[in-house]
């Protein structure tokens, strides 16, 4: 090296130079992890399938890996390339966000399609709000809305989905999330059930437990808040009933002896009709918080942050 003269240090991957490496092969190991399949990827690409299994031979060199594999449910990516693929996708976002042009958003002209996936209860919350005000502001956006399951975040990672909305615990460390509203167990019941009749009107911890219970759950397996709390006192009530669904419970009640567990704000408004009333649960449980999830490729998308903004915004300002 002459004196004086500064050479960079050259920048190397597993032993190689990162400035021998195509970096358009990452938008393609994206799309390739992503559709799991060298057809699906090349079409979400609008390149051709020859021009997809090229690239897909130039990463298994790359990689010194296979990346896709054949089995019998199909196409599957290895370990190593599954591990890769969040960081892939990091990447790839905040690229995008450093090269978009910095234009504003114009939700009145915008047209675009959202997914949402939410369970049916926080829909009944949130929704009606957010399509009220999108008809107002943003009248060309369309809403796609799911039920949210168990596969949610691995949908948001794969962009099968925009937004999560949902009571979620610890999210991975790529994903964004907002606290949307709070929410406390509460029992619905027929406001002439004989149990109440025959406790003046209350319902008791022994009342609760000699009656037979539906059960809402998003997985069909495990123990709710109540079924938790009651185990720590050694007891136990009959469950009859289990279903994912919010709406279902309060026909079911309405025209049987059973009694439900739902989230307050929803029981309050099921309690108008049919007959039914709202009990506090004859145990002590925590309050729990709806929030909403998004995940890092999204984040910086100015369509994307506007709803979300807006989504934010209306739990705040019409959630209480």
């Known amino acids: 090296m002459r004196p004086g003269f500064y050479q960079p240090p050259s920048r ?3 032993g190689m130079n990162i400035r021998d490496v195509d970096l358009n092969l990452l938008v393609m190991l994206d799309a390739l992890l992503r559709e799991q399949s060298v057809t699906r990827a090349a079409r979400a690409m609008d390149i051709t399938q020859p021009a997809m299994s090229n690239a897909l031979k130039r990463l298994r060199k790359l990689l010194g890996d296979p990346v896709l594999v054949r089995t019998a449910r199909g196409m599957q990516p290895t370990a190593r390339a599954a591990q890769l693929h969040r960081p892939v996708r990091n990447v790839l976002a905040e690229m995008e966000a450093l090269i978009a042009p910095n234009r504003a ?10 997914t949402i996936l ?12 957010i399509v009220d005000v999108l008809e107002d502001e943003a009248p060309n956006i369309a809403l796609n809305i799911l039920s949210a399951g168990s596969d949610a975040i691995d949908q948001i990672e794969r962009g099968e989905a925009d937004f999560l909305v949902n009571e979620f615990g610890r999210l991975p460390a790529n994903f964004h999330q907002q606290r949307l509203w709070t929410d406390r167990l509460a029992c619905l019941i027929r406001a002439d059930h004989p149990a109440l009749a025959a406790a003046g009107g209350t319902l008791t911890l022994e009342a609760f437990l000699s009656q037979r219970h539906v059960l809402i759950t998003q997985t069909g397996v495990g123990l709710s808040r ?24 309060r026909e079911l009640i309405a025209h049987s002896d059973m009694i439900v567990a739902l989230p307050a704000r929803i029981a309050r408004y099921q309690a108008r009709h049919l007959g039914l009333v709202v ?28 709803l979300r903004e807006r989504i934010i915004a209306i739990a705040r300002e019409r959630i209480v």
């Open 105 to 114: 958003f114009e939700p009145e002209t915008a047209e675009r399609l959202f």
């Open 118 to 129: 939410i369970t049916d209860y926080a829909a009944s919350i949130l929704m009606p709000h």
């Open 279 to 306: 009990q506090p649960p004859p145990i002590d449980l925590p309050g729990f918080e709806i929030g909403m999830a998004w995940g890092a490729l999204d984040h910086h998308d100015m369509a994307h942050r506007w």
């Open 226 to 249: 109540i079924d938790e709390a009651l185990a720590d006192r050694g007891l136990s009530r009959t469950i009859s009933v289990l279903t994912r669904h919010y709406q279902l419970p």
């Open 12 to 14: 190397y991957i597993g």
